[in-house]
């Protein structure tokens, strides 16, 4: 009986010492790292992470995981106390530093400039003043003030104007129903709107089409987009290739 407990105790404290090991190829993704996810994919806590966003944002999460396992198997750790990113990062280099990409031919370079182009067309803007966002009853006084000219020093200097602002970009800043608004207003008069964020007093002061973008024009920093598109795509199979080898399980 002694001997027996002794072995137990013994066996015990050998499995409290060395844990059994776990499977380094085996990557979780708990329910509490998506939340994690979801809680910091927009600061301004406006809208959650679609389905395909949160995807990527996990895919990106698990190639960082596996870099950095597979960093620390290589020794690319040793001596440096930084977090796993780090390591991860370091791994990223040496695996785009054996990337090689040729140059495309015009014939490649044109084809993925048709399907890019409208990166390099120059979009249609606007110009237009904005008073600080307030109730309606106060934008319909400030509207008041401003079309009689006795606004205060204090408005005036509040009052932004937001000059060569792509139209795409009113809609994700300001409300869909503002950029119409907006873009339905004649130049140069004073109107109340409505934005996401309360009620301004807005004046559309120029208004620019946009141009499509001339392959001739663009041609070199197209390559120089391409080429490194293609160097990533790359390095991305590449990380693709050694997550085969991985199992990565969801809660």
């Given at each position: 009986?002694?001997?027996?407990?002794?072995?137990?105790?013994?066996?015990?404290?050998?499995?409290?010492?060395?844990?059994?090991?776990?499977?380094?190829?085996?990557?979780?993704?708990?329910?509490?790292?998506?939340?994690?996810?979801?809680?910091?994919?927009?600061?301004?806590?406006?809208?959650?992470?679609?389905?395909?966003?949160?995807?990527?944002?996990?895919?990106s999460?698990?190639?960082?995981?596996?870099?950095?396992?597979?960093?620390?198997?290589?020794?690319?750790?040793?001596?440096?106390?930084?977090?796993?990113?780090?390591?991860?990062?370091?791994?990223?280099l040496?695996?785009?530093?054996q990337?090689?990409?040729?140059?495309?031919?015009?014939?490649?370079?044109?084809?993925?400039?048709?399907?890019?182009?409208?990166?390099?067309?120059?979009?249609?803007?606007?110009?237009?003043?904005?008073?600080?966002?307030?109730?309606?009853?106060?934008?319909?006084?400030?509207?008041?003030?401003?079309?009689g000219?006795?606004?205060?020093?204090?408005?005036?200097?509040?009052?932004?104007?937001?000059?060569?602002?792509?139209?795409?970009?009113?809609?994700?800043?300001?409300?869909?129903?503002?950029?119409d608004?907006?873009?339905?207003?004649?130049?140069?008069?004073?109107?109340?709107?409505?934005?996401?964020?309360?009620?301004?007093?807005?004046?559309?002061?120029?208004?620019?089409?946009?141009?499509?973008?001339?392959?001739?024009?663009?041609?070199?920093?197209?390559?120089?987009?391409?080429?490194?598109?293609?160097?990533?795509?790359q390095?991305?199979?590449?990380v693709?290739?050694?997550k085969?080898?991985?199992?990565?399980?969801?809660?």
């Amino acid at each position: 009986m002694h001997f027996v407990l002794l072995g137990a105790i013994i066996f015990g404290i050998d499995a409290a010492l060395r844990p059994p090991a776990k499977d380094d190829k085996v990557i979780t993704v708990t329910k509490a790292m998506r939340k994690s996810f979801i809680d910091n994919f927009d600061e301004d806590k406006e809208r959650v992470p679609s389905d395909s966003e949160l995807e990527k944002m996990i895919d990106s999460w698990v190639a960082s995981e596996i870099l950095y396992r597979e960093g620390k198997a290589l020794g690319v750790d040793r001596g440096d106390d930084m977090i796993r990113d780090r390591i991860a990062f370091k791994l990223q280099l040496l695996i785009f530093d054996q990337v090689r990409v040729a140059q495309p031919t015009e014939e490649q370079l044109r084809a993925w400039f048709a399907d890019n182009h409208e990166r390099f067309d120059e979009p249609e803007q606007v110009g237009f003043y904005l008073t600080p966002a307030t109730d309606e009853a106060t934008a319909q006084r400030q509207l008041e003030d401003i079309t009689g000219q006795r606004e205060s020093e204090e408005l005036r200097n509040q009052t932004r104007a937001i000059l060569g602002r792509p139209i795409a970009s009113l809609s994700p800043s300001f409300g869909e129903s503002f950029r119409d608004a907006l873009l339905a207003m004649p130049e140069g008069q004073w109107k109340v709107v409505q934005s996401k964020e309360g009620w301004h007093v807005v004046r559309l002061d120029s208004r620019r089409p946009g141009a499509l973008a001339k392959f001739e024009d663009v041609q070199e920093e197209a390559a120089k987009l391409w080429y490194s598109e293609e160097t990533r795509k790359q390095a991305w199979e590449a990380v693709s290739r050694l997550k085969a080898s991985y199992k990565v399980q969801y809660e």
